[in-house]
């Protein structure tokens, strides 16, 4: 089964969009969220071995994952999972998997991740992408100015004119918040949220990281500040 520490957010990389599908006896005993191909499982308690579903939202194919939660301290790894090649007597119709056949953001996005969610030896290259100046405001209040939340950048990727964002968000209010990318003010390509709501201020829920992809500097994309 795949190991959880109370407490402490794992990552496993499925490589494909997916559904989760959990028992009931796991109801409030662990979150479970899915994005970018990756599923973040964090233990609030310890419970025995117990087996969920994932559901591929593209094939319909179902993933079944054994996972366990135990009282521990010691830091774990992401954990990526690896199919086995098609033979071709049940192989369909079939898709070579590279690079190409991705959007650029969704690339963009994964690599932003990768760069502040796993361990550097296990971050996917890309090829053409380097670093790029932020150039905004230390804490942006145009973003997402309907919502109590600080956004704060942090780090910027380009390749080419296309640049991915890394934005912290953090709650500032008593209640929990759903992010919805369609709140968003300034014009993007793209936008994913690490995980799509906040808990309430003080919990370890509170902050998640956004991903703005744009075309040219992200400065160029958002509502520009207020003038003191």
Known sequence: P????????????????????YPATLEGKVRLQSAGGKVFLLANTAFPVTRIQLRDTGSGELLLLDIQATQSNSPLEPVQISYAPQTPATAKTPVPVTASTEPLPVLLVRYAAQNLYAPLRTVEALPGVTPAPVRLAKRITTLLPQQPVTAIPLASWQVNATTVTAIRLQNQSGQRITLDPRELQGQFTAAAFQHDWLGPRGLAEDTTVMYLVTEGPVSRALLPEPKP
């Open 2 to 21: 795949v190991a959880l520490h109370v407490g402490q957010e794992r990552i496993v990389d499925v490589g494909k969009a997916v559904r989760i599908g």
